[in-house]
């Protein structure tokens, strides 16, 4: 009897052993995985970083698209961004990019670069202010999109919000005086950068971000070569220089965006995103000269003020599904 409670006394020691070291792992990190920190006024910082890059490379590209053909505008723009990206690869390898979705890779990059096109062609004759927050209309197309596509239901709130945003957009391109094909092409660079992003969300189950920066800046460069070609013009030294800088700081600036949604909250992060607004109406005006109108103005704290009541409803409809989940059995 002695023995056998000797030995029932060591198994419970063991377990006892084996509780604590299990406890002891969960509160220690792996040494070798990635665990983010959650800080909030990093992410904003980061966010307005990037706002403020990208915004600056429309500059640079608005500029650029007055001076060359806008389709070797848009190929310096991936290509010296896909050079970036070289020494990733090499230190990463081929296994960095093998993938089994390549379809879905090349779809995403099409509706990206041809909207990134778009938008430039609408830089040639509208204020950057004007073209930067029609072509940020994208959240409510993505409505009308899921709602099509993958036969969403559109909830009362949300499609009220969209039409608010969406009188936004009437105020900015004021048709009773005529719609430029301008401000069509940006809202249609709009509704093909969401259709980008739904893509990318597919994509973002099994492909990492790297990854799915590389095929797009590839499938771009690829995409624009045959009517960059057409249309060439070779740039001068002081211009090479210029679509160098704007690749650089589009690829700095999806970096940044990238550690600002890694860093902070998606719904203390994400309203942010709409400082690029003020900041493009204030380069246009340093830049440029322009000034957008009363009408400009107000469209665009519509469109912002609905976009951020979107994104807030939609993390409440989130945290209240997550909560019936829970709930249930």
Known sequence: MNRHARSDTQERSRADCRVIRKATNLKTPAASG?????????????MLLAVTTLTTMFVIVKHMATELPVFVVALARTFFALCMLIPWLVRAGMPAIRTTRLGLHFARALCGITAFVCVVF?????ILA?????AFTSPFWSILISAIVLKEMIQGRRMAATVVGFCGVLMIIKPQGGIEPAMLLALFSALLTSTAMISMKRLSATEPPTRIVFY?????TLVM????AVTWETPTLVQTGWLVLSGVLGAFGQDFLARAYDAGEVGVVAPFDFMRMPIAMLLGYIAFSELPDQWSIIGTAVIIAAAVYL???GQRENREARAR?????
């Not at 797009?216 to 771009?220: D, Q, S």
């Not at 989940?325 to 059995?329: I, L, N, R, V, Y």
């Open 34 to 46: 990635y665990t983010p920190t959650l800080n909030n006024l990093r992410g904003i910082l980061w």
């Open 122 to 126: 609408s830089l040639e004759h509208l």
């Open 130 to 134: 004007d073209a930067m927050v029609l």
């Open 216 to 220: 797009f800046m590839l499938f771009g």
């Open 225 to 228: 070569i045959p009517p960059a």
């Open 311 to 313: 994104l807030r409803r």
């Open 325 to 329: 989940s829970a709930d249930s059995p």
